[in-house]
């Protein structure tokens, strides 16, 4: 699992920053799912390596234009382009009237089905490697952070120990990876347990904005590997931070303290902290780590793979 930022600034692109927009990669699937769509998602999609025609899922956190107003252009260019085969996209109840819209207004035909679903809070997406779950936060209109928990995958299959334990191959090895107790023809009891390595511990994400300070944001964070979280605001303007309901970078490191994530990332900072201003984005980190020492600033094309953990080292947290 690895994330790219498309996107980091909060309300308008600046120079260095676009607006919001996230990429999940899942290499061993051959696809990416999408966070947040804001205007020109397509161009940073182009200037990366990710591949357009890998695209299969996009999750929305909310209705204000800095998260969706690229949706419509990416999904017209992956129509033209004629190489996606499906798009399912996760949002608020406006998204599905919205799109609806723009193709109705721009005359816009897909070539490829797309599939709008509604989120409540809850379990949004699920099949047999993942699951895609979400809540409701603390904005000025209704918006939902998302968790993609990776399911724990049976550990390294020892066909060697198989051979000499005189396991035919086959069908039964499959059987055997799962942790089955199998009962061999000369009635000897194997477990499958006992063949193979320590289970691979799957890896979850927490992706949380826009948001003030919010127990559903600590939630969806608990135990993560990586907790997003938007830091629009230093902790001097926390006034700002309670009137327009965004979070400033103590606020993030504090979900980040609360939930005991593995590490956090810090986006979505408002333009008014730009290089050379009296207050730089800089700063704000180093106000985050005062509370939470991992923590990361974010910038635009920046990749970060997710590491595993070991069974060992999840018992010690």
Same mark, same amino acid.
């Given at each position: 699992?690895?994330?790219?930022?498309?996107?980091?600034?909060?309300?308008?692109?600046?120079?260095?920053?676009?607006?919001?927009?996230?990429?999940?990669?899942?290499?061993?699937?051959?696809?990416?799912?999408?966070?947040?769509?804001?205007?020109?998602?397509?161009?940073?999609?182009?200037?990366?390596?990710?591949?357009?025609?890998?695209?299969?899922?996009?999750?929305?956190?909310?209705?204000?234009?800095?998260?969706?107003?690229?949706?419509?252009?990416?999904?017209?260019?992956?129509?033209?382009?004629?190489?996606?085969?499906?798009?399912?996209?996760?949002?608020?109840?406006?998204?599905?009237?919205?799109?609806?819209?723009?193709?109705?207004?721009?005359?816009?035909?897909?070539?490829?089905?797309?599939?709008?679903?509604?989120?409540?809070?809850?379990?949004?997406?699920?099949?047999?490697?993942?699951?895609?779950?979400?809540?409701?936060?603390?904005?000025?209109?209704?918006?939902?952070?998302?968790?993609?928990?990776?399911?724990?995958?049976?550990?390294?299959?020892?066909?060697?120990?198989?051979?000499?334990?005189?396991?035919?191959?086959?069908?039964?090895?499959?059987?055997?990876?799962?942790?089955?107790?199998?009962?061999?023809?000369?009635?000897?009891?194997?477990?499958?347990?006992?063949?193979?390595?320590?289970?691979?511990?799957?890896?979850?994400?927490?992706?949380?904005?826009? *948001?003030?300070?919010?127990? /559903?944001? !600590?939630? &969806? #964070?608990?135990?993560?590997?990586? +907790? =997003?979280?938007?830091?629009?605001?230093?902790?001097?303007?926390?006034?700002?931070?309670?009137?327009?309901?965004?979070? *400033?970078?103590?606020?993030? /490191?504090? !979900?980040? &303290? #609360?939930?005991?994530?593995?590490? +956090? =990332?810090?986006?979505?900072?408002?333009?008014?902290?730009?290089?050379?201003?009296?207050?730089?984005?800089?700063?704000?980190?180093?106000?985050?780590? /005062?509370?939470?020492?991992?923590?990361?600033?974010?910038?635009?094309?920046?990749?970060?793979?997710?590491?595993?953990?070991?069974?060992?080292?999840?018992?010690?947290?």
């Amino acid at each position: 699992m690895q994330i790219t930022f498309l996107g980091t600034s909060s309300g308008v692109p600046t120079r260095i920053r676009n607006v919001s927009g996230v990429a999940l990669r899942l290499p061993q699937r051959a696809e990416f799912w999408l966070f947040d769509c804001g205007e020109g998602t397509q161009h940073q999609i182009l200037r990366s390596d990710i591949k357009i025609s890998q695209l299969t899922r996009i999750f929305i956190t909310h209705m204000h234009g800095d998260h969706i107003f690229g949706l419509m252009g990416l999904l017209a260019s992956c129509g033209l382009a004629g190489n996606v085969q499906r798009i399912d996209i996760y949002g608020p109840p406006d998204l599905d009237d919205y799109l609806k819209a723009c193709r109705r207004y721009s005359q816009t035909h897909f070539s490829y089905p797309i599939k709008v679903h509604t989120v409540r809070p809850g379990i949004v997406f699920e099949d047999k490697e993942f699951t895609v779950s979400c809540e409701l936060l603390k904005h000025r209109v209704p918006a939902f952070g998302y968790r993609v928990a990776e399911k724990d995958r049976p550990g390294h299959f020892d066909v060697q120990r198989a051979s000499a334990l005189g396991i035919p191959p086959g069908p039964i090895y499959g059987r055997l990876k799962q942790g089955e107790v199998i009962v061999l023809p000369d009635g000897q009891r194997v477990n499958g347990a006992d063949l193979c390595g320590p289970t691979q511990v799957g890896r979850k994400l927490a992706y949380c904005t826009d *948001t003030i300070f919010c127990e /559903a944001a !600590v939630s &969806l #964070a608990q135990d993560a590997d990586v +907790l =997003i979280h938007e830091a629009t605001f230093a902790h001097q303007d926390a006034e700002l931070a309670y009137q327009r309901l965004h979070s *400033t970078s103590t606020m993030a /490191a504090q !979900v980040a &303290l #609360a939930a005991q994530v593995q590490q +956090l =990332i810090m986006t979505h900072f408002s333009p008014r902290y730009a290089p050379g201003n009296e207050v730089e984005v800089k700063d704000l980190l180093a106000e985050a780590r /005062a509370i939470f020492p991992r923590t990361e600033l974010a910038s635009d094309f920046w990749t970060y793979s997710i590491p595993r953990r070991e069974l060992a080292a999840l018992s010690k947290i």
